[in-house]
């Protein structure tokens, strides 16, 4: 799983780093990325376009893992960036990131957020209904900036790992319906602004998406849309994102495609259906999250307390869980693990990995060969870089997690760990009452 190696210790080693080293320094649970990882990912989605000669920019989709550092990783890959709120917004522009290369989601953008975006000036907003358009062309009429944007459309395909569905009309509440008027209506009101100027078309069809045939049929269609646009009102997009949703291989039993198949099979569809039409060849845009930063993270924990249930399960609780990683009790999500103090050890003893949160559904892992486990031991989790840290809360005033990033044998903190302090700071102080009080 992602880059990781054993040294001669027998200690898994992340971006040339001793996973052992690592946990003793920052403490556990730890979240380490393997920038390296994520470097190597940017730089094959962005060759895959230049090789092909097509114009393109890959935006990271900042929501599976945000903060000022990761940003600032993003900006020197030369990615654009996709944020969905003023909070993501805000934390890009505090990083450095060029305004210019973001682009702005979101299903209900609050008039607040749309006025942020003008005034840093980000490259586009992505416009997602009605509403947000009265408020788009509010905001431009006072802006002295011209603003760029992108028509979000729902095509009625929706993608899940290898099933997709097509329906006419997709129940999402995301994004204009592309095929009863919604998005026309859509082109036809931005049009009516004229310091608004009209990209294109976005769309996003899901996420952990492991073939590319949903995604050629999201192209053509919204091409399809574009060239009736062109047939009809003489107006031609530049634009088409196709969003994000490319897989990783989180267990054995999924088998992604790499980022270069995803691409060229899309810019195939592409160029297809666009020469068919004689449509001018778009830009093409993409959203990575979890491609870029999945398999980059891997969650250290330490092993602490063991339960049998006779003839059922063994348990292993871990001193983290749902609070930094959701995704197994929100989704059913799979993950696998080792030991990384004992990597070369034979790992053949099953375990139901717990967390350590009030709540029985805290597993992280049903079923996870490892050594037999000894207190102390350093438990790996793999592929835990997008949606983990991103969606951690302080369930139980558990104090989330230090994040630190690693590269060439070299680390250096990303997000330091919360303290208790941290965890009453927004806290109003009780009311003390004095005893001659009420
Ligand atoms: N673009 C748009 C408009 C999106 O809504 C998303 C993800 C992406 C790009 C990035 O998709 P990715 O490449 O990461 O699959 N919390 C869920 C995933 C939610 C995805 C939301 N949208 C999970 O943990 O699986």
Same mark, same amino acid.
Not at 12 to 33: F, H, K, Q, R
Not at 74 to 88: K, P
Not at 283 to 300: F, K, N, Q, Y
């Given at each position: 799983?992602?880059?990781?190696?054993?040294?001669?210790?027998?200690?898994?080693?992340? *971006?040339?780093?001793?996973?052992?080293?690592?946990?003793?320094?920052?403490?556990?649970?730890?979240?380490?990325?393997?920038?390296?990882?994520?470097?190597?990912?940017?730089?094959?989605?962005?060759?895959?376009?230049?090789?092909?000669?097509?114009?393109?920019?890959?935006? /990271?989709?900042?929501?599976?893992?945000?903060?000022?550092?990761?940003?600032?990783?993003? $900006?020197?890959?030369?990615?654009?960036?996709?944020?969905?709120?003023?909070? #993501?917004?805000?934390?890009?522009?505090?990083?450095?990131?060029?305004?210019?290369?973001?682009?702005?989601?979101?299903?209900?953008?609050?008039?607040?957020?749309?006025?942020?975006?003008?005034?840093?000036?980000?490259?586009?907003?992505?416009?997602?209904? @009605?509403?947000?358009?009265?408020?788009?062309?509010?905001?431009?009429?006072?802006?002295?900036?011209?603003?760029?944007?992108?028509?979000?459309?729902?095509?009625?395909?929706?993608?899940?790992?290898?099933?997709?569905?097509? =329906?006419?009309?997709?129940?999402?509440?995301?994004?204009?319906?592309?095929?009863?008027?919604?998005?026309?209506?859509?082109?036809?009101?931005?049009?009516?602004?004229? #310091?608004?100027?009209?990209?294109?078309?976005?769309?996003?069809?899901?996420?952990?998406? @492991?073939?590319? $045939?949903?995604?050629?049929?999201?192209?053509?269609?919204?091409? *399809?849309?574009?060239?009736?646009?062109?047939?009809?009102?003489?107006?031609?997009?530049?634009?088409?994102?196709?969003?994000?949703?490319?897989?990783?291989?989180? =267990?054995?039993?999924?088998?992604?495609? $790499? &980022?270069?198949?995803?691409?060229?099979?899309?810019?195939? =569809?592409?160029?297809? =259906?666009?020469?068919?039409?004689?449509? &001018?060849?778009?830009?093409?845009?993409?959203?990575?999250?979890?491609?870029?930063?999945?398999?980059? *993270?891997?969650?250290?924990?330490?092993?602490?307390?063991?339960?049998?249930?006779?003839?059922?399960?063994?348990?292993?609780?871990?001193?983290?869980?749902?609070?930094?990683?959701?995704?197994?009790?929100?989704?059913?999500?799979?993950?696998?693990?080792?030991?990384?103090?004992?990597?070369?050890? &034979?790992?053949?003893?099953? /375990?139901?990995?717990?967390?350590?949160?009030?709540?029985?559904?805290?597993?992280?892992? $049903?079923?996870?060969?490892? &050594?037999?486990?000894?207190?102390?031991?350093?438990?790996?989790?793999?592929?835990?870089?997008?949606?983990?840290?991103?969606?951690?809360?302080?369930?139980?005033?558990?104090?989330?997690?230090?994040?630190?990033?690693?590269?060439?044998?070299?680390?250096?903190?990303?997000?330091?760990?919360?303290?208790?302090?941290?965890?009453?700071?927004?806290?109003?102080?009780?009311?003390?009452?004095?005893?001659?009080?009420?």
């Amino acid at each position: 799983y992602g880059a990781q190696t054993v040294n001669n210790k027998g200690h898994l080693e992340i *971006g040339g780093m001793d996973s052992v080293l690592l946990a003793d320094t920052y403490g556990t649970p730890l979240i380490v990325y393997d920038t390296g990882l994520f470097r190597s990912r940017a730089r094959a989605f962005k060759r895959t376009f230049s090789d092909e000669g097509v114009p393109a920019q890959v935006a /990271y989709a900042s929501k599976a893992f945000s903060c000022m550092a990761i940003y600032r990783l993003a $900006e020197e890959e030369g990615l654009s960036l996709d944020v969905v709120s003023g909070g #993501e917004l805000y934390t890009a522009i505090r990083a450095g990131f060029p305004a210019e290369r973001i682009h702005f989601h979101g299903n209900n953008k609050s008039e607040e957020e749309l006025r942020m975006a003008f005034e840093e000036g980000v490259g586009c907003i992505v416009a997602d209904n @009605f509403l947000e358009i009265s408020m788009i062309g509010r905001l431009a009429r006072g802006s002295s900036r011209r603003m760029d944007v992108l028509i979000r459309v729902t095509p009625g395909i929706e993608a899940h790992t290898h099933d997709y569905i097509t =329906t006419g009309q997709e129940d999402s509440k995301f994004g204009f319906d592309l095929n009863n008027g919604q998005a026309d209506e859509a082109l036809r009101r931005l049009s009516e602004i004229p #310091e608004i100027r009209v990209l294109g078309l976005h769309c996003h069809i899901g996420s952990q998406i @492991f073939d590319t $045939e949903a995604f050629g049929l999201a192209a053509e269609s919204l091409i *399809g849309k574009m060239d009736s646009w062109r047939r009809e009102r003489g107006f031609v997009c530049s634009v088409l994102n196709l969003g994000g949703g490319f897989g990783i291989r989180y =267990t054995e039993e999924d088998h992604p495609l $790499e &980022p270069e198949e995803y691409v060229k099979s899309m810019i195939r =569809t592409v160029k297809r =259906t666009t020469e068919e039409a004689s449509y &001018p060849l778009p830009e093409i845009w993409i959203e990575p999250g979890r491609s870029l930063v999945g398999d980059a *993270g891997t969650t250290l924990y330490r092993a602490g307390s063991e339960k049998t249930v006779p003839g059922v399960r063994h348990y292993l609780a871990v001193d983290g869980g749902m609070s930094d990683n959701i995704r197994p009790a929100l989704y059913g999500a799979r993950y696998s693990a080792a030991l990384a103090n004992r990597m070369d050890e &034979p790992h053949d003893a099953r /375990y139901t990995i717990a967390g350590k949160c009030c709540e029985s559904g805290d597993k992280l892992i $049903e079923e996870a060969l490892l &050594p037999g486990v000894r207190e102390g031991d350093l438990v790996a989790v793999f592929c835990t870089g997008a949606y983990g840290y991103a969606m951690a809360s302080n369930y139980n005033r558990l104090p989330r997690p230090a994040v630190v990033f690693v590269e060439n044998g070299e680390h250096r903190l990303a997000i330091r760990r919360e303290t208790y302090e941290d965890l009453v700071r927004l806290d109003a102080e009780p009311a003390t009452v004095g005893k001659e009080g009420i």
